[in-house]
């Protein structure tokens, strides 16, 4: 079996949690399958794998129409595969052609949606109803969508009645837990300035409206003043954002120490220091389908205080692995909380729930790890991820 997997992130360029998916997907497929991964960017040394340039004639053009075009070489070359795997809108236009021009299978891995990302609009101006287009139409026609937790499978189908629920698998994230597990060096930390023995709450994500770091910084107001921050925060969606994150970390800059602000991506091998020494991870996000930064914390042992919302719930046990922060939010498609004072408290109120316990929240960090190892293994994913790929293909050739 040829599959070709379809992806805008892959390393060395990958700035979010789409693009480890595929990263780790591939090195646990391969023993099994042909894969060829196709993807943005610079040209790759890896066997296997074929990246793809921005066409000349649309340098400096909208965002979206640049994706197209970027799209279609790589569908072209998808000829000669059983199946194609597309992950995030950037490569389902790839996958669609790809399906219609050879006439394989197209599988989507839906690590986000489009309807539910309505700021999204804010970067991609009209390019975004470019992408709403592009996602719709690839989900309706795909012959099989893996969904990476049941609450997006719940918001595939909410999103795009016309998707036969048959069709629509949920298959988890993973997580390399020989990779993201505790790390007892400090010279990351030290040599930042953090001190890898205070009570530390940590961020990382990238500055978007859906990881909802504004509500976690506006909570930080009503913390100790001796709690340590550490955000790993980069890659903003637009300039706006990225304005307003920065004037409210000068803000706590200016009436407290410890704010301590990292905007490059950081090697996994320095971001597992930072993360094992903290006293608790917090995830804010108003939409995460799954939340594999969760993950990682997990497997780095320390504990997990996140939004209440999407997959998160599937990932984080309340009172077991962490606490998760009840939201209401507006049914617009923006995750907005209808009363955001009230959830910048209940988020402060659990951060401190966690930090002032830390016998308790050591106890919360070793049961995270346990259960990261437990239920969220490449090795299992790998083979429910095969079953969905041979019944899909069964499915076209009858």
Excluded at 164 to 185: F, Q
Excluded at 290 to 304: D, F, K, Q, Y
Aim: with cysteine.
């Amino acid at each position: 079996m040829r599959v070709d997997l379809l992806t805008k992130e892959y390393p060395p360029e990958v700035y979010g949690g789409a693009g480890v998916h595929v990263a780790e997907l591939t090195q646990v497929l391969r023993p099994h399958i042909d894969v060829q991964v196709r993807c943005f960017g610079a040209p790759r040394d890896e066997e296997g794998t074929t990246a793809y340039g921005t066409p000349s004639e649309l340098e400096g053009a909208n965002s979206a129409l640049v994706t197209m075009g970027t799209d279609l070489p790589m569908a072209e070359d998808c000829a000669g595969a059983d199946l194609v795997h597309s992950h995030t809108w950037y490569a389902n236009f790839a996958g669609f052609t790809a399906s219609l021009l050879h006439g394989m299978p197209h599988v989507i891995s839906a690590h986000s949606l489009e309807p539910l990302r309505p700021w999204k609009a804010e970067q991609l101006g009209g390019g975004y109803r470019l992408s709403s287009y592009i996602e719709r139409t690839a989900y309706e026609n795909a012959a099989g969508i893996i969904a990476v937790s049941g609450g997006m499978r719940e918001d595939i189908l909410r999103s795009y009645p016309n998707v036969d629920p048959d069709k629509v698998h949920v298959v988890h994230n993973g997580i390399d837990i020989d990779s993201w597990a505790p790390n007892p060096d400090t010279s990351v930390l030290t040599d930042r300035g953090i001190d890898p023995d205070a009570p530390t709450i940590v961020f990382v994500g990238r500055i978007t409206r859906q990881k909802g770091l504004p509500y976690f910084l506006r909570a930080v107001r009503e913390l100790p003043a001796d709690y340590q921050l550490v955000l790993c925060a980069g890659a903003p969606d637009t300039p706006e954002i990225a304005q307003e994150v920065e004037d409210l970390v000068s803000e706590l800059k200016a009436t407290r120490q410890g704010v301590n602000l990292i905007t490059e991506m950081l090697p996994r091998d320095q971001l597992t220091q930072i993360l094992s020494h903290a006293t608790t991870f917090v995830c804010p996000s108003v939409y995460e389908p799954l939340g594999i930064v969760n993950l990682e914390a997990m497997a780095c042992g320390i504990p997990v205080v996140a939004t209440a919302t999407g997959g998160i719930p599937e990932v984080v046990v309340d009172g077991e692995t962490g606490y998760l922060v009840e939201i209401d939010q507006v049914d617009d498609g923006t995750g907005t909380p209808k009363d955001p004072e009230k959830f910048v408290a209940d988020l402060a109120a659990a951060l401190v729930k966690m930090v002032s316990d830390p016998e308790r929240a050591k106890q919360m960090g070793e049961a995270s790890r346990r259960r990261a190892t437990e239920h969220f293994s490449w090795t299992s994913i790998a083979e429910r991820t095969l079953e969905v790929y041979r019944t899909v293909i069964e499915q076209s050739r009858a």
